[in-house]
């Protein structure tokens, strides 16, 4: 099992950038396949990012966001660049035991779950 708490959201302007950070604890991290999503109000858990065999973008942010993984540290960040009002959301890491990108891609293929950070993009 592994728990999994994100930290870094905020308040930014658009055009602004944050760093979301995963912290992995329990079994070793690197045996997971990690994933970003993220849920407006009123709308569906989104995939955003996802790193498994290969690291996967969703299209809205192809090119904005970077995801990356310091094994040493068991954190995957989601750097987040070029904001938009329409990235504001609840960002959750998940856990996946499952390293296949089309599995990555739905949040059911996730076993484990953080609690979430908030992003807020003013216009």
């Known amino acids: 099992q592994v728990q999994l708490v994100e930290s870094g959201g905020g308040l930014v302007q658009t055009g602004g950038s944050l760093r979301l950070s995963c912290a992995a604890s329990?079994?070793?991290?690197?045996?997971?396949?990690v994933g970003w999503f993220r849920q407006a109000p009123g709308k569906e858990r989104d995939f955003v990012a996802a790193t498994g065999y290969n690291t996967i973008y969703a299209d809205s942010v192809k090119g904005r966001f970077t995801l990356s993984r310091d094994t040493v540290k068991n954190t995957v960040y989601l750097q987040m660049n070029s904001l938009k009002p329409e990235d504001t959301a609840v960002y959750y890491c998940?856990?996946?035991?499952?390293?296949?990108?089309?599995?990555?891609?739905?949040?059911?293929?996730?076993?484990?779950w953080g609690q979430g950070t908030q992003v807020t993009v003013s216009s």
């Open positions: 329990g079994r070793t991290f690197s045996s997971y396949a």
């Open positions: 998940a856990a996946a035991t499952s390293f296949d990108s089309r599995v990555l891609l739905t949040p059911k293929g996730y076993a484990y």
